[in-house]
């Protein structure tokens, strides 16, 4: 009881201070926009003579890069026997996406609504779970890679900037984390050895760590995945973080501004790593901030900057949210249909033209006079049990012991 408390005290105290920390947050937020109003009036004299042919192209792009996640998806479904068209699988994503960037705790959100989905195409828990964790890993491991390529562009301006650092090291846990997906043994012996040392100094878990990992390896090992499979994941992981950031890219063109070439990489990087900081929505105010303050250090010019920066934004976050919403709306009307369709079939031909609720009250009906018939046969002191036996409308479930 008392842990139990202790977990909602604990809960109770971390939301508090996610507020707090994003209220602080924003007012800096907003104070540095105070005094930097000389750039963004600047900002607003680029972005009104943007040149609509690199703004199309940055969009194609962003449509590239939905589709590219789509890809991945997809192919870790198929590694769980799940086959689903590259179609589906974008629109999924459009969608989950607009759900993760527009709610508080968007991404648990979104991840319970894919999961769902994915048992709906068929998956059971474990696999669906998996290819879950999966898909965030791959995603996780392709970014970690291309920070790693800006860092070996960026080599001795990064090193002043602490860069180098948070993006090894977020590389190298998502290669500890895809070995424990890929299934390898040594991960394993590793895990227990961490879960055990954890049950010795705070007794947490309670249970072994034997049981513990064998239980979570259960569920992320529940698929084989191959050599191929993962070159497959890693790549189209690649893609959507590629296509993405060659977005950023025409943002600059399109506002006529010179790209930093040697810093872009790790300033994306860097502005994604902090997308995923549970602050604001989508990292709203906090991708800006570190995009524009990496890439201005790396050589760009502060008003060009921002102006490419928010040109980049607009279409990867505020003109992808009304698409994504409209994507959740298309595949839950879908999902209705099919479950009108499944509801339909389930009654068959004596139910056609009465609703659910309706074809139950008629059996039950039929079940009463049933029983009434038993009654009379065989005496008040009859006794029904439950059995199972064919009558002309369906199953009778009452039976009788004489």
Same mark, same amino acid.
């Given at each position: 009881?008392?842990?139990?408390?202790?977990?909602?005290?604990?809960?109770?105290?971390?939301?508090?201070?996610?507020?707090?920390?994003?209220?602080?947050?924003?007012?800096?937020?907003?104070?540095?926009?105070?005094?930097?109003?000389?750039?963004?009036?600047?900002?607003?004299?680029?972005?009104?003579?943007?040149? *609509?042919?690199?703004?199309?192209?940055? %969009?194609?792009?962003?449509?590239?890069?939905?589709?590219?996640?789509?890809?991945?998806?997809?192919?870790?479904?198929?590694?769980?026997?799940?086959?689903?068209?590259?179609?589906?699988?974008?629109?999924?994503?459009?969608?989950?996406?607009?759900?993760?960037?527009?709610?508080?705790?968007?991404?648990?959100?979104?991840?319970?609504?894919?999961?769902?989905?994915?048992?709906?195409?068929?998956?059971?828990?474990?696999?669906?779970?998996?290819?879950?964790?999966?898909?965030?890993?791959? @995603?996780?491991?392709?970014?970690?890679?291309?920070?790693?390529?800006?860092?070996?562009?960026?080599?001795?301006?990064?090193?002043?900037?602490?860069?180098?650092?948070?993006?090894?090291?977020?590389? @190298?846990?998502?290669?500890?984390?895809?070995?424990?997906?890929?299934?390898?043994?040594?991960?394993?012996?590793?895990?227990?050895?961490?879960?055990?040392?954890?049950?010795?100094?705070?007794?947490?878990?309670?249970?072994?760590?034997?049981?513990?990992?064998?239980?979570?390896?259960?569920?992320?090992?529940?698929?084989?995945?191959?050599?191929?499979?993962?070159? *497959?994941?890693?790549?189209?992981?690649?893609?959507?973080?590629?296509?993405?950031?060659?977005?950023?890219?025409?943002?600059?063109?399109?506002?006529?501004?010179?790209?930093?070439?040697?810093?872009?990489?790790?300033?994306?990087?860097?502005?994604?790593?902090?997308?995923?900081?549970?602050?604001?929505?989508?990292?709203?105010?906090?991708?800006?901030?570190?995009?524009? %303050?990496?890439?201005?250090?790396?050589?760009?010019?502060? *008003?060009?900057?921002?102006?490419?920066?928010?040109?980049?934004?607009?279409?990867?976050?505020?003109?992808?949210?009304?698409?994504?919403?409209?994507?959740?709306?298309?595949?839950?009307? @879908?999902?209705?249909?099919?479950?009108?369709?499944?509801?339909?079939? @389930?009654?068959?031909?004596?139910?056609?033209?009465?609703?659910?609720?309706?074809?139950?009250?008629?059996?039950?009906?039929?079940?009463?006079?049933?029983?009434?018939?038993?009654?009379?046969?065989?005496?008040?002191?009859?006794?029904?049990?439950?059995?199972?036996?064919?009558?002309?409308?369906?199953?009778?479930?009452?039976?009788? %012991?004489?």
């Amino acid at each position: 009881m008392r842990s139990r408390e202790a977990r909602v005290h604990h809960r109770a105290w971390w939301r508090a201070l996610r507020f707090v920390v994003g209220l602080g947050l924003a007012g800096a937020a907003f104070y540095a926009l105070d005094g930097q109003r000389g750039e963004l009036a600047g900002a607003s004299v680029y972005l009104a003579r943007i040149k *609509v042919g690199w703004l199309l192209a940055a %969009i194609a792009s962003e449509i590239v890069s939905f589709v590219s996640f789509g890809m991945l998806q997809r192919r870790l479904l198929a590694c769980a026997e799940v086959d689903v068209g590259l179609g589906y699988s974008t629109v999924l994503s459009l969608a989950s996406g607009a759900i993760a960037d527009s709610l508080p705790a968007g991404p648990a959100f979104s991840s319970v609504y894919v999961f769902r989905q994915y048992r709906r195409r068929g998956a059971g828990d474990a696999q669906a779970g998996w290819v879950l964790v999966a898909t965030f890993v791959c @995603a996780a491991l392709s970014l970690a890679l291309l920070a790693t390529a800006g860092v070996l562009l960026a080599t001795s301006e990064s090193a002043s900037y602490d860069l180098v650092g948070v993006t090894l090291g977020v590389l @190298a846990l998502t290669i500890v984390a895809d070995a424990v997906v890929w299934q390898r043994s040594w991960s394993a012996r590793a895990l227990v050895w961490l879960v055990e040392l954890s049950h010795r100094l705070v007794g947490l878990p309670r249970r072994s760590g034997v049981d513990v990992v064998e239980e979570l390896l259960g569920r992320l090992t529940s698929v084989e995945l191959s050599w191929r499979d993962l070159g *497959v994941s890693i790549g189209a992981g690649l893609g959507n973080w590629a296509f993405d950031c060659a977005s950023l890219v025409f943002g600059f063109l399109a506002v006529g501004a010179v790209v930093p070439w040697r810093g872009l990489l790790l300033a994306y990087g860097a502005g994604q790593l902090a997308a995923n900081l549970p602050i604001t929505p989508g990292g709203l105010g906090v991708v800006e901030g570190s995009m524009t %303050i990496a890439l201005v250090a790396f050589g760009g010019g502060e *008003v060009s900057t921002v102006a490419a920066v928010l040109c980049y934004r607009i279409v990867s976050f505020w003109g992808y949210l009304p698409v994504g919403w409209a994507a959740w709306a298309a595949r839950a009307a @879908a999902d209705r249909r099919a479950d009108r369709a499944a509801d339909r079939a @389930a009654v068959g031909p004596m139910g056609a033209g009465k609703s659910a609720q309706q074809v139950q009250h008629d059996g039950a009906g039929a079940g009463a006079s049933q029983d009434a018939l038993e009654r009379a046969a065989t005496g008040v002191g009859a006794e029904l049990v439950p059995v199972e036996r064919a009558t002309d409308d369906g199953l009778d479930t009452w039976g009788r %012991i004489g």
